[in-house]
Every structure is written in structure tokens, then in C-alpha cells.
């Protein structure tokens, strides 16, 4: 049972702002600057408020809202990811020093499709409450704000009774800190509402998509030699005519220097892992090539990886890895929503970065303040 709760929300002050790809970009460091300033003020009721992306390929459409931060631990926010105490730390620190959530955490669920239509039905009815238009990626992003009581009453019950759980898409860290803030809270003797709620936005799993969460590893140790001759124990080696991401589960492409390489895994791999659930490519990586071959005794912390995200292209990997001749990448295939579902409901994490959800809302287009 998800409950949703409407909120009074903080907006920018778009007659104040020039460039909108420049300002969201700095909202992260300078949000605290940027309120002060009279960028930011608030609206003058609650409400539950949609939020529309358009791009020149797709429309999608989600909910802002807040939920319980008792529903983190409950088991009806299911998390796919460790957190890390280092990053936990600077996460607190970014949100007491703002004393608000600039970013909301992305969760999704399976369409429902008396949901859907009441979001389309909600969103014909109203104009937005402000639009920005991002230069840059191409994208308009639209709020509508649901304020009638009885439009509220009636998305809080389709969603209590339709959404049993909801998953983490994107936003560990931030839903960590929200746990660590109601501690924190209680035993200061805040205000009981203060920090039991943490800002949200709902995408059903027909709005997003999992984008491929690639790796780009330098091998000081290693010749180019010695690294095929290892890799060859492992995968079938096959060079390639042309750039490209792979085809299919359990191949990966490699990039080193000029030349691209199609990795399949040799039978022997992958029966030794027979009895994971949703056996990923990812973990396949983690354990066979990073930690093996590489010596990587912790993927989170190693200096050595980097990431590239799925939606750069293959342009873009070739961009990071430009003047890089110790460096290779392994681009992987993106997990799938079966695979994705699959292990989040067994009780299993995902390896840190092994997904990549599209769309991601910027920091700063709704603010929720404590």
C-alpha cells in the first residue's frame, strides 16, 4: 500500500533566471546562495503536482509527491542498491546546510492503467504551472498542480490500493539521509512532520527506461597482450568491423585504443554462476574480469573505474577513453525490467552503477523544504 501526500512546494523564479541549462546545473553547490537570493519561493497551497518531459522522441509523465520515510524501512520502498557512509555523510551535510530536497527520489511501478489515465485526465484539465525549456538536451519540463481536494483523495486511493511497493529507480543516498534525518529529528524533539517525509516522484515502468551503465578501466599493470591473452580465458574473442554496443545478454563490447572487440562468455563462466537469479552481465564483469584480472577489491571505491552512462553513445565512450592508451571500456547490456523486477523482489541488490534510468530530473525544479 503506497501512501502519497501532497506538499507545499518551492519553485524557482523563472523571470530571475537567464539560462536555465547554467542555473539547474549550479543548483546542487548553491542552492542555499540561490533561496536567499529570491530565486526560489514557495506556493501558496499544497498539492500533488505532475511533471512532464518532452523530447523530441517521447512525452512521459510522473507524480511529484511525499511519502512516509517509515515506508523506506517497512518494505514498501524496495531499494536495489548499498549505500555508501562516505556518501551519506556528504548527502546530510548538502541537506542540513540547504534544510530542504532539491532532487526528488525516483521511484517506479508497474503501469496501472486507472493511474495512468487519471494523471492524463488530471493533466487535460489543467495548464502548466511553469515550463523550462532546457537548450541543451532538447527537453521542455512542465508542472501542473493538483490542488482539489477531491483530485487528491481520489490518486491517494488508486494508489493505495493498486501500488502494494514501490522501486528505487534513483536516489539511495537521499532516501539514507531522509532515514538518518528522522533519527536525527526525534531525538531533538523537532516538530512531529518535520522530517517524516521525504520528496518523491512516481514513474510507472512504461514512463522509464533502463539505459546500459558502462565501465572505462585503466590497467597500468597490464600490457595489451597480457590483458587478451587473460581475457581470452574467459570469453570468446571476436574483433569487430565497426563500433557498436552489444547485441545480446552475455556478450559485452570492449574498446581498447582503436579497436573494438565482441566478449561472449565462455560456457565454463557462466555455469559456475547457473544458480544467480537474473544473472547479469554486470556481476559476470565485477567478479570475472574487474576483480580477477584488474585486482578491483571494491568496484565503489576503485579510483581506476570510471562510468559512462548509457545515453552518451558510442561517440561518447570514444570521447572518454580519447588519449587514454591505458584505459579500456566494457560496454554492457542494459538490465532488463524482468531482470530488474526479478532480483529487487528475491531480496537481492543490483552492483552499484549497473543501471541507468532515463528520465532524470534536474536539482531545483521542485524543492521541498523542511
Known amino acids: 500500500m503506497t501512501l502519497i501526500k501532497p506538499f507545499q512546494a518551492i519553485r524557482p523564479d523563472l523571470d530571475l533566471i537567464t539560462s536555465p541549462d547554467a542555473f539547474f546545473k549550479e543548483v546542487k553547490r548553491n542552492y542555499p546562495e540561490f533561496s536567499k537570493g529570491g530565486f526560489f519561493y514557495k506556493l501558496s497551497s499544497e498539492g500533488l503536482y505532475i511533471y512532464q518531459m518532452k523530447t523530441p522522441h ?17 518494505g514498501k520502498v524496495i531499494k536495489h542498491e548499498h549505500t555508501l557512509a562516505a556518501k551519506e555523510q556528504k ?43 532546457f537548450e541543451e ?13 477531491k483530485a ?4 491517494q486511493q488508486l494508489f493505495e490500493k493498486n501500488v502494494p511497493h514501490t522501486y528505487v529507480a534513483d536516489g539511495h543516498h537521499r532516501l539514507a539521509t531522509s532515514t538518518l534525518l528522522q533519527k536525527r529529528s526525534k531525538k531533538r524533539n523537532n516538530p512531529p512532520d518535520t522530517y517524516n517525509y521525504f520528496l518523491c516522484s512516481l514513474f510507472s515502468t512504461s514512463e522509464l527506461e533502463i539505459h546500459d551503465y558502462n565501465r572505462i578501466v585503466e590497467f597500468d599493470n597490464l600490457s595489451p597482450m597480457v590483458l587478451m591473452a587473460l581475457l581470452s580465458r574467459k570469453f570468446n574473442v571476436k574483433l569487430l568491423d565497426e563500433p557498436r554496443k552489444p547485441l545480446k545478454k552475455h556478450e559485452i563490447v570492449m574498446v581498447q ?23 547479469l552481465d554486470v556481476n559476470l564483469l565485477n567478479e570475472e574480469v574487474l576483480a580477477n584480472i584488474f585486482s578491483v577489491e571494491d568496484i565503489s571505491t576503485d579510483k581506476r573505474v570510471k562510468y559512462a552512462e548509457g545515453p552518451i553513445g558510442i561517440e561518447g565512450i570514444q570521447d572518454k577513453l580519447s588519449g587514454q592508451d591505458n584505459s579500456v571500456a566494457f560496454i554492457l547490456p542494459p538490465v532488463t525490467w524482468k531482470e530488474f523486477l526479478d532480483i529487487t523482489n528475491s531480496g537481492a541488490t543490483l552492483p552499484p552503477k549497473s543501471t541507468w534510468f532515463e528520465p532524470r530530473m534536474k536539482n531545483g525544479v521542485i524543492v521541498y523544504g523542511y
Not at 517521447?58 to 517497512?74: A, E, Y
Not at 548527502?91 to 496501472?112: A, D, G
Open 257 to 279: 585504443g582503436e579497436e573494438w572487440f565482441s566478449l561472449e562468455w565462455r560456457n565454463k563462466i557462466l555455469k559456475k554462476y547457473d544458480s544467480t537469479i537474473g544473472l
Open 137 to 149: 538536451e532538447q527537453e521542455t519540463h512542465q508542472i501542473f498542480a493538483i490542488t482539489d481536494g
Open 91 to 133: 548527502m546530510m551535510l548538502l541537506t542540513l546546510e540547504r534544510n530542504s530536497m532539491v532532487k526528488p527520489v525516483l521511484l517506479t511501478y508497474p503501469e496501472v492503467d486507472e493511474i495512468t489515465k487519471a494523471l492524463y485526465s488530471q493533466l487535460k484539465k489543467s495548464k502548466p504551472v511553469f515550463e523550462i525549456e
Open 58 to 74: 517521447k512525452t512521459r509523465i510522473g507524480l511529484l509527491c511525499r511519502m512516509p520515510v517509515k515506508d523506506i524501512n517497512n
Open 152 to 155: 487528491i483523495l481520489s490518486l
